[in-house]
């Protein structure tokens, strides 16, 4: 069965530090992979998403991610963080060729000034 | 566009009695997806329609879980009766279809507490 997999459920950094949230996935093949983040009280809002092709997207707000097929990951990245990014993001798996999408657990972001 | 609509925000009830949450998706969507969030289960699929009808309902817990969309532009999601346990926020999100690729877009939320 598919899953996804975020091993960090709390992660504190201070503002203006590189960042990196992890995320791996159980799939038999290359699945679509997105990552969401989630502002408190707010719905999920879409960051960036890999389908194929360059292995390095680029997403909003000057988030990045790789995707790493050897490694069944696909890492969240930003070099300086803001006080404002502080959220909580989520990786998620499309499994190819059907509309759904299976989510992490989640990390929880929190950014000291 | 005002995005995917929720209503109501916070709704309080007594367990047993009856709930539902409505749900406006973005105008032109084809797909609505209904999610439940709680911090034991982090977010799960609860079921999804295209174009109206029901594709997947493998993920609503259990018969008190319903969900109707009879047009394009309006779904419900019914808890009858309701239990401690379906606390919970519940969010719906719409996306034009193509395979999976599309970005799925969320409304606020509905925060469910069930005493």
């Known amino acids: 069965a598919q899953s996804v997999t975020q091993p960090d459920i709390h992660i504190t950094v201070s503002e203006g530090a590189s960042l990196e949230l992890r995320c791996n996935y159980s799939?038999?093949?290359?699945?679509?992979l997105f990552w969401y983040v989630q502002s408190p009280g707010q719905g999920l809002q879409l960051l960036l998403k890999?389908?194929?092709?360059?292995?390095l997207v680029q997403g909003i707000k000057g988030f990045e991610a790789e995707f790493k097929r050897s490694q069944s990951s696909f890492n969240l990245r930003k070099p300086s963080v803001h006080w404002s990014d502080a959220a909580e993001y989520f990786c998620?798996?499309?499994?190819?060729?059907?509309?759904?999408?299976?989510f992490g657990t989640g990390t929880r972001l929190q950014v000291f000034p | 566009d005002a995005g995917v609509i929720q209503s109501p925000r916070h709704e309080v009830t007594e367990m047993g009695q009856e709930v539902t949450l409505r749900c406006k998706p973005i105008?032109?969507?084809?797909?609505l997806f209904w999610y439940r969030q709680t911090m034991m289960r982090g977010l799960e699929l609860l079921i999804y329609?295209?174009?109206?009808?029901?594709?997947?309902d493998s993920g609503m817990p259990e018969d008190r879980f319903s969900a109707k969309m009879p047009n394009a532009s309006f779904s419900t999601l019914k808890i009858q009766p309701s239990e401690p346990r379906d606390s919970a926020v519940y969010f719906c999100?719409?996306?034009?279809?193509?395979?999976?690729?599309?970005?799925?877009?969320f409304g606020p939320g509905t925060r469910l507490t069930v005493l």
């Open positions: 999100a719409s996306t034009v279809g193509d395979r999976g690729k599309n970005e799925q877009f």
């Open positions: 799939y038999g093949a290359t699945p679509y």
């Open positions: 890999y389908f194929s092709g360059d292995t």
């Open positions: 998620a798996v499309g499994p190819y060729n059907t509309d759904k999408l299976i």
């Open positions: 105008s032109g969507h084809d797909y």
């Open positions: 329609f295209n174009n109206n009808v029901p594709i997947d």
